[in-house]
């Protein structure tokens, strides 16, 4: 697709082939309109590394843009109150807060997600990977949907697993996480969205409030019994504050984490000179992930409220706008990555942005590389021949991530 700057007044980045492909879009509004604004979406679209970098660093580029959607939309008489209440819980998660929650709420989790917790989680994540893997080349005849048999029963397991959530209650949670998808990524034009998400968070978070008191109870080695206990000299989480850092750690870790996955997969596919080389170093597979986050990684924009009129390239954004600045886009800009859309195992420098960066650089980074840096490989070396299929690939239709719904592919059994 080439896409021409008069087209740019329109640009639609849920166009369907936008969808299918985001990136001459990106690659055109960065240079031809770098500071775009969308009437479809009344929103801007930031696209540069250097402007991406400096507003994601720019407290200006306020993250709490729940509270004035909760008080415009969900206040007052005819307001869904279960709508309201899934809004509170997400009010709670500290990358919708500026400072000085967002700092309180993110020192105490960072005593109770360490990188010793993360590391402790390897074991684990190999099992999950390899059961998984084993019940594919047991059952499959050598069709698999990588998405649905493998990334993401991996990561919900895995993060389940971490929190302490017991097995049996694994189904339950992912069906839960589903549902709220639609609150937090925003299909755009999905009515039912809301309701379907407000039940689901109900349900986890009445789930939640139960084990969390078990575990007050009876505290045991996992990250909810970590955030029970997190405290400083000067407080500690609240038990609503656990239970709404519980829901969010859940959603954060899995969707992102399976998109990874599934491009971080088919980026190798598709580039079998790569993959004959990680095969034959697999020590590269750092390497490998860090370029899957950069080339194809799942945080297509990540959303920002104008708190201030702030000038950017002649343009002015106003207090209260919104503004999506696009991870996806600054890690295809030329001026930092040559020949950006190469996939590059081998790159020397990375500073991609698809973990954020500043006060909310993602917290879960280090568990998001582990488990890709562990289902990746195993995925080529237990399923031979790993294969795209004749069925299109189909992404997830949303403006914030970038993701498959369906990952159809073959192997040799
Ligand atoms: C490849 C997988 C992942 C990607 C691409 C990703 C991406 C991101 C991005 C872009 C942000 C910044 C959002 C912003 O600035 O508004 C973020 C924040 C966050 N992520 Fe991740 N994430 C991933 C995996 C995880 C995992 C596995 C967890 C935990 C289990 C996690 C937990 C968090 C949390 C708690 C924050 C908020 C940090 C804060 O506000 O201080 N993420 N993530």
């Not at 400096?54 to 993250?63: I, K, M, P, Q, T």
């Not at 589903?178 to 925003?186: A, K, P, S």
Request: charged share 25%; net charge negative.
């Amino acid at each position: 697709m080439t896409v021409s700057p008069t087209d740019l007044a329109h640009a639609d980045l849920l166009g369907a082939e936008a969808v299918a492909d985001p990136y001459p879009l990106l690659a055109a509004l960065r240079e031809h309109d770098p500071v775009h604004w969308s009437a479809r979406y009344r929103s801007w679209f930031v696209t540069r590394y250097d402007d991406v970098l400096a507003a994601l660093r720019d407290e200006r580029f306020s993250s709490d843009r729940i509270t004035p959607y909760r008080r415009a939309k969900l206040e007052g008489p005819g307001a869904d109150a279960g709508v309201r209440a899934a809004f509170e819980v997400l009010e709670g998660w500290m990358v919708f807060k500026d400072q000085p929650d967002h700092k309180r709420l993110r020192r105490l989790l960072s005593r109770a997600f360490t990188p010793r917790a993360v590391t402790g989680m390897t074991s684990s994540v190999e099992e999950i990977a390899s059961e998984l893997l084993d019940g594919i080349v047991a059952t499959s005849g050598g069709d698999v949907d990588l998405i649905g048999d493998f990334a993401y029963p991996l990561t919900a397991s895995v993060i389940a697993d971490m929190l302490g959530v017991p097995r049996a209650d694994r189904e339950q949670f992912k069906d839960w996480s589903d549902q709220i998808t639609g609150l937090v990524f925003g299909g755009m034009g999905d009515a039912s969205r809301h309701e379907v998400g407000a039940r689901g968070m109900a349900e986890l978070t009445a789930y939640l409030s139960e084990l969390v008191r078990a575990h007050e109870r009876e505290p045991a080695d996992d990250l909810i019994s970590a955030m029970i206990s997190a405290r400083d000299d000067r407080d500690a989480l609240s038990h609503d504050e656990v239970i709404s850092t519980g829901v969010l750690l859940l959603f954060a870790g899995h969707e992102t984490t399976t998109n990874l996955i599934g491009s971080g997969i088919l980026a190798l596919v598709q580039h079998p000179g790569q993959r004959a080389l990680l095969g034959d170093h697999p020590e590269l597979v750092g390497g490998a992930v860090e370029e899957a986050l950069r080339f194809d990684g799942p945080a297509k924009t990540v959303a920002r409220v104008m708190g201030d009129d702030v000038e950017l390239r002649g343009r002015t954004l106003r207090r209260g706008e919104r503004v999506f600045l696009s991870p996806s886009s600054a890690n295809r800009d030329p001026s930092v990555f040559p020949d950006p859309d190469a996939f590059d195992i081998t790159r020397e420098k990375s500073g991609q942005l698809g973990f954020g960066i500043g006060m909310h650089y993602c917290l879960g980074a280090p568990l998001a590389r582990l488990e890709a840096s562990i289902a990746i490989p195993r995925a080529f070396a237990r399923l031979p021949g790993l294969r795209l299929t004749d069925e299109p690939l189909e992404w997830h239709p949303v403006l914030l991530s970038r993701g498959m719904q369906r990952f159809p592919a073959q192997f040799t059994p």
